[in-house]
């Protein structure tokens, strides 16, 4: 991927790592049982993927859920990016499973995934989520009014 300088990019960037401050992502080594659990195949559609993150992904169970190891599945790109989108999880793997045994073999390897990590499983209240929201806003006015100012210096 080339270099993205776009401030939209930086803004976007913004938003996730402050947002990964109170709700973080899978450490390396969480990853490592994550794909040791799904034998390295995908979630979904069974389908077999290796070296993380080349072709790999990692889905979100619960789409509004939050971004820790336990609302994570290994998966393929098809299936994290194209398919399976905002989709509740169990409806995809239906449309995904080739049998009803496929079916339930991955239901339970998810189910099972979940169940490991019911401890770590905090989603993030309101209250809190609009006070993140807030602060992000805060940072991104500041830096869309900074980028105004700079594109005003440009050379006429
Ligand atoms: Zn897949």
Redesign the pocket.
Known sequence: MPANYSPSFAKNIVRRSLTAVLDPHPTRSQLVVLIEHFGEA??????R?HAYPKDAQLDHIDPDGPNNVSNRAY??????EK?KRDQNWRDFLRE?AESDEDFSRRERLIEGWIDLHSDVYIGMDADTRSRLTAEIETVVASFDRALANIRSMRPK
Do not use: L, R, T, V
Request: charged share 35%.
């Open positions: 995908c979630a979904y559609c069974g389908k993927i998966a393929c790109e098809d299936c994290n398919e995904k």
